[in-house]
């Protein structure tokens, strides 16, 4: 990562963070843009949220600075959920799953009144293209990615990586993307994947992208 590239998700962390307000309920993603982000909102000193955390990286990181983490069973609905993307086209479809934890994250965007995405300028994209990651069931392992090859198009199990949090196998779909909508909802559809790293335009409330030393607000 380019000492650029991290100043700009520090910048968008810190944009972020200043839409978090005591009472709320918040779910905090994973990944390196969202590290920036909990410094940031530890910093505000905020006395009254309850949060969820996406992976237990988080949720770590985030009582070391104080922030209260608690089980998701708790909470029926977030206020918020930021978390960062991989790839943000310009018509606000994302690709999540660089940590493993695509599902979860899923999970807490669709729980949050307003999903805010943060990333640095490399994450923005003119269209969406693989890897697609996926997470899929270990039963039956080898016959879903067969049926992903057949039907779809190459995919890998990701080398040397961890399960999931849900202890997932954690694979990379490496063909073709010709539209995000009509491969998401075929991925959806095969037995065996838990879920995709592909994230519909309609869950998305704001994009926040660091670009050189300001924030640009899509």
């Known amino acids: 990562m380019s000492p650029d590239a991290d100043s700009e998700k520090k910048l968008a962390a810190e944009a972020a963070a200043e839409l978090v307000e005591d009472g709320m309920a918040v779910g905090l993603g994973t990944g390196s843009t969202v590290a920036h982000l909990l410094p940031a909102i530890a910093a505000r000193g905020l006395s009254d949220i309850r ?3 996406t992976s237990v990286a988080t949720e770590e990181q985030a009582r070391e600075l104080g922030i209260p983490v608690e089980p998701f069973d708790s909470l029926e609905r977030l206020d918020i959920a930021i978390d960062g993307a991989d790839q943000v086209a310009p018509d606000h479809w994302l690709v999540k799953g660089g940590g493993g934890a695509h599902t979860r ?3 807490v965007a669709a729980s949050a009144e307003r999903f805010v995405v943060i990333a640095d300028s490399s994450k923005t994209v003119q269209k969406i293209s693989a890897p697609i990651p996926l997470e899929l069931h270990r039963f039956g392992l080898d016959s879903t990615l067969n049926r992903i090859g057949s039907e779809l198009g ?3 199990i990701r080398p040397d990586c961890p399960a999931s949090p849900d202890d997932g196998v954690i694979a990379d779909y490496s063909g073709p993307v010709h539209e995000p909508g ?3 909802a075929r ?3 095969l037995p065996g994947v838990v879920d995709h790293g592909l994230f519909p335009a309609g869950m998305v409330g704001a ?6 030393d300001s ?3 899509r």
């Open 207 to 212: 994009v926040l992208v660091g670009r050189g």
């Open 51 to 53: 949060c969820v955390a």
């Open 215 to 217: 924030v640009e607000r």
């Open 105 to 107: 994250e899923k999970i």
């Open 182 to 184: 009509e491969l998401a």
């Open 187 to 189: 991925l959806s559809l």
């Open 154 to 156: 190459e995919v890998e």
